[in-house]
């Protein structure tokens, strides 16, 4: 993980993220009688974010990043029922985005966690989604 800040604006209210980079992570997404892993750490960060009250967020640090990457990322899929053969994996897109909280003139922490697993949720279910279909392909062909 790599994290470049501008040194100008660390005691500032609007901290200036330059670049955010996580480089080969894996990640483990686990289904269960309550939902995902994923789920869970939705409602965390949800509740921890809470509703915006302007007045709260007066002479709180807030941040802008400039560039936040995620690349080179595993995904291990597992089943509530984990049964032979059936936990998948495959390689995550790379996930870029770009003047997070730019237009807000900065957004909390809790708020970027927000906005960064939301991104990854939405990665992974395109990539799970073309990588069960691209499996189911496979077996289909092998019979």
Known sequence: MEVSVDPATIAK???LVRRIAVVGPTITYQV???GSNFD???RNVDNYVGKPDPRAARGATRLIVERLTIRGATVNFVPELPVRGATIGYALPDIQLANV???Q???????????VLDALVGRMTQAMGRRAGERALQNLLSR
């Open 32 to 34: 269960g009688r309550n």
């Open 40 to 42: 869970a750490f939705k």
């Open 101 to 103: 909280g730019k237009r």
């Open 13 to 15: 209210e609007v901290v």
């Open 105 to 115: 003139g900065g957004v909390t922490p809790g708020e970027v966690s927000k906005i």
